[in-house]
């Protein structure tokens, strides 16, 4: 079964990819990769709010605070095809863990900068631990590199939601890490960032230690000794960037990425401050954004099934829709209704659970086994560059027309999507593959 054009050219040996030994590394790598997802998941949440009120402490600006959440976007933006070319040339394995480690080094800095009181050194350590949450997307794709086409959706879907676990207890740690913080002199706030250094740390033991053989390169050895004949090249990055050209489905792939996330940014960073504006408690919000985590990640699994069972495209659709009904509930409701702006928000999340696992299958699909890493990479940066905008300019918008404005202006790049979809050329591409 073809799934994409770049993908019927790779000789993926279907009899020795679903070898016990191939099989069983796969099953490992998936346990491996989710295990460190939890480590990095503590790690990244449990600092976002941290850093956010540190920075803020250290001016006495609400604006600070604002660029040490923009700084650890950017951080994932800037390092995403860094890494996806140690996954190119090094494999998987070096690859995490460089964007770990750097997230380690990027907790340092921050705790540095509390200690001294320097917000450049605070915000500087937000991108490195940035580079972290880098990480964290490239394991999603990691976890296809051994799978099957009929089963890639779902092994991509459990490393997502994996994420749940450490996105829940990430931000529930404050009060813990800033007792552990005083217990060693420290800021109170910086105790995040110990945390988080540790929970790194265990992270990229992890990776080290499990995650052998590397999927990426046993998938790379899995088709060479299927086909002696041909040597396998080793692509560099403007191989990929060449490589989209051709392959409009994988372009499609990495839009629906892009839009998804854009449309749940910039809902979801001024759902609390609409919220505010008529004295809810924070206790309440915080409710109505863990619901929302909840449907960004708890559903991941049988959103990995669907995509699996009815094909990327159509599950695409129904991700768009679904972000536009969140779009639509989330503008009328009343800024103290939490009850509909919990739906509105668990809406949010769910269609960006759709968009996120079936364009990002749709990309691994579309696109050959060697080139896969720096494409993935591509997504990523363009995944988290529109995320850094769309935050910006939600806050414009809000401030220019209120929270109705900014969910109908969310919705826009959806409706540019399913028109997109719509178009002749694209039916013809999807009824042509299966997907």
């Known amino acids: 079964m073809s799934h994409a054009t770049g993908a019927s050219r790779t000789k993926w040996a279907p009899k020795s990819l679903h070898t016990s030994r191939v099989a069983s590394v796969h099953k490992r790598s998936i346990a491996t990769l989710s295990a460190a997802q939890v480590c990095g998941g503590i790690a990244i949440a449990g600092s976002m709010p941290a850093g956010a009120l540190l920075a803020a402490s250290l001016t006495g600006s609400e604006a600070f605070a604002g660029l040490a959440q923009t700084a650890g976007v950017l951080g994932a933006a800037i390092f995403a095809l860094p890494l996806a070319r140690i996954a190119l040339t090094k494999g998987r394995r070096p690859a995490l863990a460089t964007g770990y480690g750097l997230g380690i080094l990027g907790a340092i800095l921050v705790i540095g900068g509390a200690v001294s009181r320097q917000v450049a050194l605070v915000l500087i350590g937000s991108l490195f631990v940035g580079v972290a949450s880098a990480a964290s997307l490239q394991a999603r ?8 086409p009929e089963q890639r959706a779902r092994s991509l879907s459990y490393v997502v939601w994996a994420a749940t676990i450490g996105a829940v207890l990430g931000p529930n740690l404050l009060n813990f890490s800033g007792s552990v913080g005083l217990s060693l002199g420290l800021p109170q706030l910086s105790g995040a ?5 540790i929970s790194l740390t265990l992270a990229v033991a992890i990776l080290v230690v499990a995650l052998r053989p590397d999927p990426f390169i046993l998938a790379r ?7 002696p004949g041909t040597k396998i090249p080793n692509p560099k990055l403007r191989d990929g960037i060449e490589h989209l050209r051709t392959r409009p489905r994988a372009v499609l792939g990495i839009a629906t990425i892009s839009i998804g996330h854009v449309v749940m940014i910039m809902v979801m960073v001024m759902t609390p401050v609409h919220m505010a504006h008529v004295d809810v408690t924070l206790q309440l919000i915080g409710l109505v954004i863990s619901v929302h985590v909840a449907g960004m990640y708890a559903f991941s699994p049988l959103v990995g099934s669907a995509v699996d069972r009815f094909g990327r495209v159509p599950m695409i659709i129904v991700g768009a829709m ?18 509909v702006l919990g739906v509105g928000l668990f809406l949010l999340g769910l269609g960006w659970s759709f968009t996120l696992i079936a364009g990002s299958t749709l990309v691994t699909d ?5 080139e896969r890493p720096s494409v993935q990479g591509l997504s990523d940066l363009s995944m988290n560059a529109a995320g850094a905008l769309g935050g910006v300019a939600a806050g414009i918008i809000m401030w220019w027309g209120g929270y109705l404005w900014l969910c109908a202006v969310a919705a826009l790049p959806l409706v540019a999507l399913v028109i997109w979809i719509s178009l002749p050329a694209c039916r013809r591409q999807s009824n042509a593959r299966s997907i």
Request: aromatic share 4%; with cysteine.
């Open 141 to 148: 794709y990691a976890a296809t590199d051994l799978s099957s």
């Open 221 to 227: 050895q899995v088709r060479q000794a299927a086909d």
């Open 322 to 339: 679904i972000l536009a009904a969140s779009c639509v509930i989330s503008g009328l409701a009343p800024a103290d209704d939490v009850v």
């Open 193 to 197: 960032y110990v945390i988080a250094g």
């Open 366 to 370: 579309s696109v050959d086994a060697d």
